[in-house]
């Protein structure tokens, strides 16, 4: 049987080329007689991974030498409260962009610990679409403007790097970093959780400026002390080094299949083709204004949500898993992370129009 295609919102599907290295490499790696598992994160062999791991995502992000690297345990939720508690002074303020579900949750963690200011949102919309620029109300003087680059849930994505003048930017890339091409230097933080186009569920990654840490002064944890991390090469206690093994090998994959510009070649063509196929049809909608559909998650409603059901066992039945919506929001959604590869999108486009032919 072939493989199934498993379009989950994460954690989700990773490249099969990096599942079978991680494989064979499981209980020796590199005729060391030991798993990555096993190896004291002191020693020379993980540090080496580690390393590389690091120089390997530099080179894919074209990250400046400025910028500091931090691999940390913990999901993005925990950085939604590390980068308030590291960027946010106490008698100071944030805006903050409001997309979506996620924005949501990065604002409601941020205001444990700081005044925070709604400088737009797109809720009134449904969380359809990104907020004008013109419309947003950003204060000169905020700590930092944040802002949720994929809109994991309601599939709204930023195409364009907003201008945001001197204040810094702190994106959370979540679920697509690394789909394209990211101009680093526009921004104060990027950060995310692995589990969508990095790895394994459980590790962060944090790409920060070295002027940013220590300007909030509030007595933290140290491990989540960004300033502290990068002293100490993400290493304060031992890191997650199983899942910085396994993004090393996704970095690794990565750049021998060309690059960032490859891969949001791909991308871009395996959301075309299944947005094409929804926009072509009135059984199916997609809610996202145009210029903002994510390139990474894709949302669609069938016109009869009695059907949904009988839709879902159908996908499953053709090995097209994990297509149910979110909860909170209802109906479906593809998820076609770097990983997923256009023939999985192609099946899934079939098989929209066979369903449409037999129950419209
Ligand atoms: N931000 C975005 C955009 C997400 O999609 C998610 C997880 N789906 C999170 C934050 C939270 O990530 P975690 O579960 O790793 O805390």
Redesign the pocket.
Known sequence: MRKPFNFS??PAVLPEAVLARAASEMSDWHGTGMSVMEMSHRGKDYMGIQAQAEADLRELLNIPSGYRVLFLAG????QFAALALNLLPEDGSADYIDTGI?SSKAIGEAQRFGTVRVAASSKDSGYTRVPDRNDWNLDPNAAYVHL?G???IGGVEFHDTPDVGRVPLVV?A??HILSRPMDVRRYGMIYG?A?KNIGP?GL?LVIIREDLPGRARRAMPSILDYGKQAENDSMINTPPTYAIYLAGLVFQWLKDLGGLTEMARRNEAKARLLYDALDASSFYSNPVAPENRSWMNVPFTLADASLDAEFLKGAEARGLMNLKGHRSVGGMRASIYNAMPLEGVQALVDYLKEFERTRA
């Open positions: 919102a994460g999901g993005a939720t925990l996620w949720c994929n809109e994991t959370d979540s679920s959780g589990q569920a962060s």
